[in-house]
């Protein structure tokens, strides 16, 4: 689907097509600095080319109405009553989005005046790629633009991840936010968490591609989990304290600190969760600087550490994902590989030889589907720019 394609689209949901206006958002892919967002740690994401593209026009009557290309869901609401509603489903992203806006930015209610918003994305549903991140930075754009105001990219990240916050409940740190509304083609991001302090590596493949399998497992426990884990954590950041007060998250450690503080966590649960914090943290710091010295198989290795930490430390893989794990390294052209997101289901990510894509397919197809009975889906990903407006033919890729 092409602009044009998505222009008739919006004329078949709203009856016209003057004045509307596209916007993009990508999805993200967190190549290394698993969990330890929410600890003030460091990640390592990089905005995809896969993503959510908005067509979006004003209105003068204070209405808000929200489509979808991918659901039947239609929502009409007044710009002056906005609510979260479980029956409401995605469109509360949009939704918190703008109600975010307008708590920070009151003067916005009398510039935007209503909108007709459709949505289209070919970011697949549940696998930990964060669509709901992708339309949030792309409502965003869509309500500030049409509404004739520049806010800067970093204030609507923040507000981004204060909807999801507050609106939707879901407590989640800001890296999903911040890599899709910062990423920048050819390049990741070390992100230090706490401190928003960033810094962009240039991502040069040198006959190597970026493999993500889709589990198709949905995530189940993802969310209980995530937030048991969040538990765990702070508790063992109090115990931590205790020692050194100095402290303020569990980012804040290097490995060296933390050898010496080990002792003072007698619950071995809580010991392994930290473990895994702390040298994950430790693995994005030697990860990039593999890049930097253009090693791309040291880089490979730091992942399947990553990968083995989140397992057998953190246990947030489960069975499906350990699986491709494990298969995609009996490939001899995958140099890396790990899962990514919040875990149990969702997807890993491989660096696999250019020539040997086709192989890894099949192979891990094999193995994953004689083990599970299901069957993995792959994408062939390229890194790409931020949330940004779209102009002419730039929405050229694949859409499902």
């Known amino acids: 689907m092409r602009q044009n394609q998505l222009l008739l689209r919006f004329q078949e949901e709203f009856g016209y097509s003057q004045g509307v206006r596209f916007f993009f958002a990508p999805g993200r892919v967190n190549l290394i600095g698993e969990h330890t967002d929410y600890n003030g740690g460091y990640v390592f994401p990089a905005a995809l080319t896969l993503g959510t593209w908005a067509a979006a026009a004003p209105r003068t009557d ?23 509603r479980k029956e409401d489903d995605w469109a509360n992203y949009p939704k918190g989005m703008l109600s975010a806006l307008l708590q920070a930015f009151p003067s916005l209610a009398g510039t935007l005046k209503g909108v007709d918003l459709l949505f289209h994305g070919n970011i697949p549903n549940g696998a ?16 500030t633009r049409l509404a004739q105001t520049e806010i800067p990219m970093l204030e609507l990240v923040k507000l981004a991840q204060k909807a999801e916050n507050e609106f939707l409940g879901v407590n ?58 969040r538990r765990e954590c702070e508790e063992g950041l109090r115990f931590i304290q205790r020692v050194k007060p100095d402290v303020q998250t569990l980012g804040d450690l290097d490995y060296d600190d933390w050898s010496r503080l080990r002792s003072s966590i007698a619950d071995p649960v809580i010991r392994n969760r930290v473990e895994h914090v702390v040298s994950e943290n430790e693995r994005v710091i030697l990860a990039t600087k593999c890049l930097e010295k253009k090693d791309l198989p ?14 057998d430390l953190y246990e947030v893989t489960g069975k499906e994902l350990d699986i491709l794990f494990e298969a995609a390294c009996q490939v001899p052209g995958c140099i890396g590989s790990r899962m990514t997101g919040a875990g149990f289901g969702g997807c890993g990510i491989s660096l696999v030889a250019e020539g040997e894509v086709e192989d890894f397919k099949e192979t891990v197809t094999r193995i994953y589907a004689e083990k599970t009975s299901l ?4 994408y062939v990903c390229e890194i790409g720019d931020g949330a940004r407006e779209v102009k002419g033919e730039e929405i050229a890729w694949p859409f499902w």
Not at 62 to 80: A, C, E, H, P, Y
Not at 128 to 143: D, E, P, R, T
Not at 207 to 217: A, D, F, P, Q, W
């Open 172 to 229: 989640c740190g800001i890296m999903d936010q911040f890599a899709i509304g910062m990423g920048k083609s050819g390049h990741a991001i070390k992100l230090k968490c706490d401190t928003l302090q960033y810094e962009y590596f240039p991502i040069r493949m040198d006959g190597y591609r970026l493999v993500i399998t889709n589990s198709n497992k949905r995530r189940g426990l993802a969310d209980s989990k995530y937030n048991e884990r």
């Open 62 to 84: 204070g209405k808000i109405r929200l489509r979808s290309t991918q659901f039947t869901l239609k929502v009409d609401l007044d710009q002056r009553d906005i609510q979260y």
């Open 298 to 311: 040291e880089f490979g290795e730091w992942m399947k550490k990553s990968h083995e930490s989140l397992r």
């Open 375 to 378: 069957t993995p889906t792959f």
């Open 128 to 143: 930990g790629l964060s669509s709901s991140a992708s339309i949030l930075l792309v409502s965003a754009l869509a309500f």
